[in-house]
């Protein structure tokens, strides 16, 4: 175990946003930067890639929806580094405007992975993270234009400082299983399972990092969600207005805030900015 070196872990990083990130963490973080996708192929082809530009990423694979594939990368984590000192959470998915898919079914699978599975990510690995260390959940300025197509009642519960996991787990399962009966509009849901999986995904953020100031108050352990912007990628599609690198500077920014910083903490990010929720 190399316990005296400093980890950093990327997610969804063989392309795009998570690419980008990756690239900028191996250029400033101190110590070593896990490059995590779920191809193994096409991951060892991005540290390859980054390698040409003189830069060492360390791969590992990792399928986000798979909890085996998580607990392995855990038990890597712990036994390489004896925990984890910066953890990126940018695997997602998204369906395309035009895609046929019943929306029941792009609402299930979409909160599958945006929302049930990085909250499996973080059930794993925030019990890993060390003192000082950052944590950043890349959710999108689609969870707060979907929080205003909610109904009151639903805006009210989402913004709630005192909202637990296990509710807001209740009302992410209550979204899948309206859009299966098909009233979901009726129960007072946008019509964005991306952006309701993203509301998730900054609510989640919310009440962990208000469960970590309270489990672990001396730690100085910082942890946020953020919009990475519009960015050019196999999701966002060509007409997107930022680059990947430009896409990679907020959750960069988090993720190597000086060991001295009070926060920002339980927030949501854009352009290196606190938004309100």
């Given at each position: 175990?190399?316990?005296?070196?400093?980890?950093?872990?990327?997610?969804?990083?063989?392309?795009?946003?998570?690419?980008?990130?990756?690239?900028?963490?191996?250029?400033?973080?101190?110590?070593?930067?896990?490059?995590?996708?779920r191809?193994?192929?096409?991951?060892?082809?991005?540290?390859?890639?980054?390698?040409?530009?003189?830069?060492?990423?360390?791969?590992?694979?990792?399928?986000?929806?798979?909890?085996?594939?998580?607990?392995?990368?855990?038990?890597?984590?712990?036994?390489?580094?004896?925990?984890?000192?910066?953890?990126?959470?940018?695997?997602?998915?998204?369906?395309?405007?035009?895609?046929?898919?019943?929306?029941?079914?792009?609402a299930?699978?979409?909160?599958?992975?945006?929302?049930?599975?990085?909250?499996?990510?973080?059930?794993?690995?925030?019990?890993?993270?060390?003192?000082?260390g950052?944590?950043?959940?890349?959710?999108?300025?689609?969870?707060?234009?979907?929080?205003?197509s909610?109904?009151?009642?639903?805006?009210?519960?989402?913004?709630?400082?005192?909202?637990?996991?296990?509710?807001?787990?209740?009302?992410?399962?209550?979204?899948?299983?309206?859009?299966?009966?098909?009233?979901?509009?009726?129960?007072?849901?946008?019509?964005?399972?991306?952006?309701?999986?993203?509301?998730?995904?900054?609510?989640?953020?919310?009440?962990?990092?208000?469960?970590?100031?309270?489990?672990?108050?001396?730690?100085?352990?910082?942890?946020?969600?953020?919009?990475?912007?519009?960015?050019?990628t196999?999701?966002?599609?060509?007409k997107?207005?930022?680059?990947?690198?430009?896409?990679?500077?907020?959750?960069?920014?988090?993720?190597?805030?000086?060991?001295?910083?009070?926060?920002?903490?339980?927030e949501?990010?854009?352009?290196?900015?606190?938004?309100?929720?």
């Amino acid at each position: 175990m190399t316990s005296c070196s400093r980890v950093a872990l990327v997610t969804g990083a063989n392309k795009g946003i998570g690419f980008a990130i990756t690239r900028e963490l191996c250029r400033h973080f101190s110590g070593d930067v896990v490059l995590a996708a779920r191809d193994a192929e096409r991951g060892r082809a991005a540290v390859q890639q980054l390698q040409t530009e003189g830069l060492n990423p360390r791969f590992h694979q990792l399928d986000i929806d798979d909890p085996q594939s998580i607990r392995a990368l855990r038990d890597f984590l712990r036994r390489e580094y004896g925990g984890l000192d910066v953890l990126v959470n940018n695997a997602g998915i998204a369906f395309k405007n035009a895609d046929p898919t019943p929306f029941h079914i792009q609402a299930e699978v979409t909160l599958k992975t945006n929302f049930f599975s990085t909250r499996n990510i973080c059930t794993e690995l925030l019990p890993l993270i060390k003192p000082q260390g950052r944590v950043v959940n890349v959710s999108s300025m689609a969870s707060v234009h979907a929080l205003k197509s909610c109904s009151p009642e639903l805006q009210q519960k989402f913004r709630s400082d005192t909202i637990t996991e296990e509710e807001l787990v209740a009302l992410m399962n209550k979204f899948v299983e309206d859009t299966e009966k098909g009233v979901h509009q009726k129960e007072g849901w946008p019509n964005t399972a991306y952006g309701v999986s993203k509301i998730g995904v900054t609510v989640l953020s919310r009440i962990y990092a208000r469960n970590l100031s309270a489990q672990r108050p001396g730690d100085k352990i910082l942890l946020n969600a953020c919009c990475p912007g519009w960015v050019r990628t196999d999701m966002a599609g060509p007409k997107a207005t930022k680059s990947p690198e430009e896409g990679a500077e907020t959750p960069v920014y988090l993720a190597l805030l000086p060991s001295d910083a009070e926060g920002p903490h339980g927030e949501f990010v854009s352009e290196k900015k606190v938004e309100p929720w």
